[in-house]
C-alpha cells in the first residue's frame, strides 16, 4: 500500500477473498463492524506481482501503464 495510505500498518482480520467488480477483492470488517473490501493486491495476501519483484521498487510505472498513457497524451494532443 501507498506509504502515505491512511490504513497502511493496520492489520485486519480477512472474512473472505472473492472476484468482487471483475477484481480480486478481500472483505473484512471495520472498526464499526461494517463490512468492507479492499483490492488484494492492496494487501499482504495478493500474490508476488513479477514486475514488482523484478525492479526491486526502482520503478514506479509498469510499461502498460506508460503505454497507455503515451496513447492518451497523443490524442489529446491530436485534440489541439
Not at 473472505?16 to 471483475?22: I, S
Not at 478481500?26 to 494487501?43: I, K, N, P
Not at 499482504?44 to 497524451?73: N, Y
Request: include cysteine; charged fraction near 25%.
Amino acid at each position: 500500500t501507498h506509504p502515505f495510505h491512511p490504513k497502511r500498518g493496520q492489520c485486519f482480520a480477512m472474512t473472505t477473498r472473492q472476484k468482487n467488480w471483475g477484481e480480486d477483492r478481500v472483505m473484512y470488517f471495520d472498526e464499526a463492524g461494517r463490512l468492507r473490501s479492499l483490492a488484494a493486491s492492496w494487501t499482504s495476501v495478493a500474490d508476488c506481482d513479477v514486475f514488482d519483484a523484478a525492479s526491486a521498487g526502482r520503478s514506479c510505472f509498469r510499461p502498460d501503464d506508460l503505454l497507455e498513457l503515451a496513447a492518451i497524451v497523443a490524442a489529446l494532443q491530436q485534440m489541439q
